[in-house]
């Protein structure tokens, strides 16, 4: 089985910083991207972050400048750094990555059970 967990969410005033933390573990081959989504209340599921196996990211306009998507690839973890918190940044942040399974072939595409992360104003 693979998972990724997340951790890190919580509550944090306006202007604040907090750490999003996602491990993949289970029976892994490779890890392709990985990235961070996150969904407001009665809002879709928006993308975060992505970043690929080489380090290349991709940002959403709206945390460009304020939010900061690494990954360690030794211990198949992806990080979510956010300075500058805005209360619009408040959601349920969801782990996704792109995950060859041990003896598979080709990669599938998990998600976390994602963290909450809330920016009181």
């Known amino acids: 089985q693979v998972q990724l967990v997340e951790s890190g969410g919580g509550l944090v005033q306006a202007g604040g910083s907090l750490r999003l933390s996602c491990a993949a573990s289970g029976s892994i081959f490779r890890i392709d991207a990985m990235g961070w989504y996150r969904q407001a209340p009665g809002k879709p599921r928006e993308l975060v972050a992505t970043?690929?196996?080489?380090?290349?990211?991709n940002d959403a306009a709206s945390v460009k400048g304020r939010f900061t998507i690494s990954r360690d690839n030794a211990k198949n973890t992806v990080y979510l750094q956010m300075n500058s918190l805005k209360p619009e940044d408040t959601g349920v942040y969801y782990c996704?990555?792109?995950?060859?399974?041990?003896?598979?072939?080709?990669?599938?595409?998990?998600w976390g059970q994602g963290t909450q992360v809330t920016v009181s104003s």
């Open positions: 996704n990555a792109d995950i060859t399974k041990s003896g598979s072939l080709y990669p599938r595409n998990y």
């Open positions: 970043i690929t196996s080489d380090g290349l990211t």
